[in-house]
């Protein structure tokens, strides 16, 4: 059965920084597209960033990261990454992972908090 398991989250002070990372497994993940999402509380889930699958790992971003935010993914790992710098108060949500190919899939998600 398909797995994505995010980690990395937590509490961070505005202009710092987090690592998030989300481990798959039960899917060929080279050639999936993974995205990443993030809902803030009262907000729809909206779109951060994503990268394809195959030999073409083009990334796209969503303009309130760009410049901050780099997707990149590991494919002997089966782990796509997304390094958050310069995190700001409004980039507090729960991340979520995303899997496509065809088939859809989505991790659990984890919390991100940017607070002093």
């Known amino acids: 059965q398909v797995q994505l398991v995010e980690s990395g989250g937590g509490l961070v002070q505005p202009g710092g920084s987090l690592r998030l990372s989300c481990a798959a497994s039960g899917l060929a993940f080279s050639y999936y597209a993974m995205s990443w999402y993030r809902q803030a509380p009262g907000k729809e889930r909206e779109w951060v960033a994503s990268?394809?699958?195959?030999?073409?790992?083009?990334?796209n971003y969503a303009d309130s990261v760009k410049g901050r935010f780099t997707i990149s993914r590991d494919n002997a790992k089966n782990t796509v990454f997304l390094q958050m710098n310069s995190l700001k108060p409004e980039d507090t949500a729960v991340y979520y992972c995303?899997?496509?190919?065809?088939?859809?899939?989505w991790g659990q998600g984890t919390q991100v908090t940017v607070s002093s």
């Open positions: 990268i394809r699958g195959g030999v073409d790992s083009s990334t």
């Open positions: 995303r899997a496509r190919a065809g088939n859809d899939y």
